[in-house]
């Protein structure tokens, strides 16, 4: 059965990137340790993720002009990238451009990843619309030892205890790793 999993890295006080989208913060801490994604990402079947999000790869792994690398990152599976604007796509890049409601697009999404699992990159916004349509089945969230005093923010939402059970909670290097499920709203964790 296809999941739909956000998975991030967040500052202390919930900021994925700084005023300037930098993740400089993430990149700062030493011995890193951080999750080994090879098993996540052998469950990947699709990536979504905002144009802020895509943006940001494009320019810090220079995809446009080192195409090949895309494979590094997204391999064969099919990108979704919600942006009401065209943009850049490297070099044979599966980038799918939508625009508009998240849920319109969910049972695509299901099919393309068939039985594997819909990353849901980031950005929080995103994120946070997968949440409103009841799509979004869990929250990984890898803190980091860095805090900001503003950027972007994790998941730009109310979310109550009533809606998240935790899964797990780990230590990776300097990273404490914590995973929810996500329940209908009304259920009992």
């Known amino acids: 059965m296809t999941r739909f999993v956000y998975y991030t890295a967040a500052t202390l006080n919930g900021f994925?990137?700084?005023?300037?989208?930098?993740?400089?913060?993430?990149?700062?801490?030493?011995?890193?340790?951080?999750?080994?994604?090879?098993?996540?990402?052998?469950?990947?079947g699709?990536?979504?993720?905002?144009?802020?999000?895509y943006e940001w790869v494009l320019q810090a792994e220079n995809l446009l002009a080192e195409p090949q690398r895309w494979q590094q990152f997204y391999g064969?599976?099919?990108?979704?990238?919600?942006?009401?604007?065209?943009?850049?796509?490297?070099?044979?890049?599966?980038?799918?451009?939508?625009?508009?409601?998240?849920?319109?697009?969910?049972?695509?999404?299901?099919?393309?990843?068939?039985?594997?699992?819909?990353?849901?990159?980031g950005g929080g916004d995103l994120a946070g619309q997968f949440l409103?349509?009841?799509?979004?089945?869990e929250l990984v969230i890898t803190f980091a030892p860095a805090t900001l005093a503003a950027g972007a923010p994790l998941l730009p939402r109310n979310v109550g205890a009533d809606r998240l059970k935790l899964q797990s909670a780990s230590q990776q290097?300097?990273?404490?790793?914590l995973s929810y499920e996500v329940l209908?709203?009304?259920?009992?964790a």
Do not use: H
């Open 16 to 44: 994925l990137a700084d005023e300037e989208r930098s993740l400089d913060w993430l990149f700062a801490v030493e011995d890193i340790g951080g999750p080994d994604m090879a098993e996540f990402m052998n469950g990947v």
């Open 46 to 53: 699709v990536f979504v993720e905002g144009s802020a999000t």
């Open 76 to 121: 064969s599976r099919p990108t979704y990238v919600f942006s009401s604007r065209p943009l850049p796509i490297p070099e044979g890049a599966d980038v799918r451009f939508v625009n508009g409601d998240v849920a319109a697009v969910l049972g695509d999404l299901r099919a393309v990843a068939g039985s594997r699992n819909v990353w849901v990159v």
């Open 132 to 137: 409103d349509c009841g799509a979004l089945d």
């Open 173 to 177: 290097g300097q990273f404490a790793v």
């Open 184 to 188: 209908n709203p009304g259920s009992k």
